[in-house]
């Protein structure tokens, strides 16, 4: 078990014994995991300058982000999130083709996690980068349930969801960055009321409030499809295609739930959106998702998850 807090921040823990062992072997066993399916081990630095740290996803990061000033007076930053510092690696190495890496390492948040009432986290994932098809949005999704599964015997409820349909919605309101996130956060409680409130402070188009309506209820099995597979825009009806594609080569032993409107994580998504819930626990264990990455006018595709291996720790204590 840990040793006590004496000494140490608000939301920081030591890791003594069984507990360091623990974490110690859920390393070596998920890494070993990744290395079975062809992934290169990537350490980045913990700390980055500021102004770069999360490259295209800066802005959805720095909220939690803490910073500093080095001894040249340049502003630091500790990262929250490894998946961005795997993209920066990934296009300064300049790779043209598919590649995938893993990693394991701490980030540190202005924000406690949920469970373990900690800013500080080990965290642990595969990211894929290259031309990302719905075959590998498929391997990466069922890699991350079989890497949890490694660690322990839970019963796990996968929540998918697209960002196409909302994005598009959202992008046809010209709405300013700090209005959309205002917007994505009254889609994220489901609040009806707040987001009519919301259209009519901004004088918006109610027919894109209807759609907005409508993606705030589709939430459930794949019976909620239908809205998306009969709307007239293709991109509503190829998110019901890939997310129907998906849910047909889930592990039989998977139970799964869809959303289009409340995606966990950072605000860097942009298509499949997913995590992995153990039962009895509001919280996800693991996340991850379709994301796009750019770096002095170069861009590449990217899918990945990240296990949140603290967690995992704790709610092996719980069980």
């Not at 991850?288 to 291996?309: C, M, P, S, W």
């Amino acid at each position: 078990m840990s040793t006590s807090n004496l000494g140490l921040p608000d939301g920081t823990e030591d890791f003594v014994g069984i507990k360091a062992k623990e974490l110690e072997d859920l390393r070596t066993l998920l890494l070993n995991k990744f290395y079975s399916d062809n992934c290169e081990l990537v350490i980045p630095s913990l700390i980055e300058f500021s102004d770069s740290i999360g490259g295209s996803a800066n802005d959805s990061l720095r909220e939690f982000t803490y910073t500093f000033s080095d001894e040249n007076l340049k502003n630091i930053s500790i990262r929250p999130d490894i998946s961005q510092q795997i993209a920066r690696i990934d296009l300064q190495l300049g790779v043209k083709s598919k590649k995938k890496y893993c990693y394991f390492g701490e980030t540190l948040r202005k924000t406690k996690d949920s469970l373990t009432k900690s800013k500080i986290a080990y965290k642990t994932g595969v990211e894929l980068f290259g031309r990302i098809s719905i075959s590998d949005e498929i391997d990466i999704v069922r890699l991350m349930i079989s890497s949890l599964k490694k660690t322990g015997r839970y019963k796990l409820t996968l929540s998918l969801g697209r960002t196409e349909p909302m994005d598009y919605l959202l992008t046809n309101l010209k709405l300013s960055l700090q209005e959309l996130k205002t917007l994505k956060k009254i889609m994220s409680s489901k609040s009806e009321t707040d987001l009519e409130e919301f259209f009519i402070s901004k004088k918006l188009n109610k027919k894109n409030l209807f759609e907005l309506k409508k993606l705030m209820s589709l939430s459930g099995k794949v019976d909620c499809l239908k809205y998306l597979k009969e709307h007239k825009n293709k991109i509503f009806k190829d998110s019901a295609k890939k997310i129907k594609q998906i849910i047909k080569n889930l592990p039989s032993s998977i139970d799964y739930h869809l959303d289009f409107s409340d995606f966990p994580g950072f605000d860097y998504h942009s298509g499949l959106v997913f995590s992995l819930h153990a039962s009895g626990f509001g919280f996800p264990i693991a996340k991850g998702g379709h994301y796009k990455t750019e770096q002095q006018n170069l861009f590449r595709e990217a899918i990945g998850f990240d296990i949140n291996v603290s967690s995992l720790i704790k709610l092996n204590q719980k069980k």
